[in-house]
């Protein structure tokens, strides 16, 4: 990653359309929500959908507030508003299924963990590159020094430029992503709702934050049967993350699975077939609640 100042606001008009997500209605009586990563998209979850939709799954992939508009609306919105997104496909879910699962990845993890918090019901959560903290080895070392950017008011001009290897280890598909993310501008924002955003506004680590802080508050009352899964050598968030979830939670059937062979976007990277069979296995097993 880089760091990127801007003065101006990058421009662009608010989507007049955009897609819910992506939904393949099932026949098991049971449904998955996948939740994509912060400034990521559906499609990020895409291979665990078609993989849990062979089997009969429901699945709902939903896109988190404001995700395709312009960055300048994107960096302002709350974190509240992203988990409001879970809790309507929650809810949209429970009616008409026996058996709700929630899966996350890197802050969808975070918001999957407080929708089994919200509501006990849930049936399992998969944590998959859960982001408590930014401490990955490819993440720049002066990091921790935009914590004080709320405080000198220029929170809303910096701006990560995101860099090879993009959270993969697969050369591939990394090249894929790197033919969109390497001649991107801040200016250009076409195609975020489909690859993501190539800058990260930094006034977004300051709703990460507060995420975090109400998450670990709640962390030892969820009592849903919760997997974590993280690459040992995650480039975006070091193994304490994981460690730290699984510590955690209350759940009487809990377990951690290391990659070791991925990055950071561990499902679309080499291990994405493992992460499917793992969410599987744990999801099949009838739940036992604590």
């Known amino acids: 990653m880089s760091l990127v100042f801007s003065l101006r606001t990058p421009p662009g008009k608010m989507a007049a359309q955009l897609d819910e997500g992506l939904f393949l209605p099932g026949t098991n009586g049971r449904a998955l929500i996948l939740i994509h990563g912060l400034t990521g998209t559906p499609n990020e979850m895409r291979f665990l959908a078609f993989v849990f939709h062979s089997q009969g799954y429901t699945v709902f992939c939903p896109r988190l ?13 709350p974190w509240e508003d992203f988990y409001g997104t879970v809790r309507t496909a929650y809810r949209r879910l429970a009616a008409d299924h026996r058996e709700v699962f929630a899966s996350g990845l890197s802050m969808g993890a975070l918001l999957a963990l407080l929708l089994a918090d919200e509501f006990p019901a849930v049936a399992g959560v998969s944590c998959l590159s859960p982001t408590l903290f930014y401490d990955g080895w490819n993440v720049p070392w002066y990091h921790f020094l935009l914590h004080l950017a709320p405080w000198s008011g220029l929170e809303n ?14 050369e591939r598909i990394r090249e894929s992503v790197h033919k969109f993310y390497a001649h991107a501008a801040l200016e250009d924002m076409r195609d975020v709702d489909r690859f993501g955003y190539p800058y990260f506004p930094v006034r977004l680590l300051s709703e990460l934050r507060r995420l975090v802080r109400h998450l670990r508050r709640r962390l030892g009352s969820i009592r849903t049967p919760c997997q974590v899964i993280q690459a040992r050598h995650d480039d975006v968030t070091s193994l304490r993350n994981a460690t730290l979830i ?3 939670v209350a759940s009487a059937r809990k377990e951690l699975i290391l990659l070791e062979d991925s990055y950071h976007v561990i499902t679309a990277d080499q291990e994405r077939g493992k992460v499917a069979q793992h ?11 604590a």
Not at 280 to 289: K, V
């Open 65 to 77: 507030a404001n995700h395709g508009q312009p960055l300048a609306v994107l960096r302002a919105t």
């Open 279 to 289: 969410l599987l296995d744990f999801f099949t097993h009838e739940p036992t609640r």
């Open 157 to 170: 001009h910096f701006y990560f430029k995101e860099e090879p290897p993009y959270g993969l280890k697969n």
């Open 246 to 248: 699984h510590d955690g």
